[in-house]
C-alpha cells in the first residue's frame, strides 16, 4: 500500500468493492464471513 499510486485507486477501489459483494452474496458461509476483517483492513 505504501507504494501505491493515485492512479491506483480506481483498481483498488473496484477490487474491494467486488470483495466485499462476494462476502454479501455468501453471507450464510463462515469462511466469508471470515473475510471481513480482511476487507475492512
Do not use: C, F, N
Not at 480506481?10 to 466485499?20: H, Q, V
Not at 462476502?23 to 469462511?31: K, L, M
Not at 471481513?36 to 483492513?41: C, G
Request: net charge negative; charged share 15%; aromatic share 12%.
Amino acid at each position: 500500500m505504501l507504494s501505491s499510486k493515485p492512479t491506483d485507486v480506481p483498481a483498488m477501489y473496484a477490487y474491494a468493492s467486488s470483495w466485499a459483494g462476494w462476502i454479501q452474496a455468501h453471507s450464510d458461509d463462515w469462511a466469508a464471513i471470515a473475510e471481513l476483517a480482511r476487507v475492512k483492513a
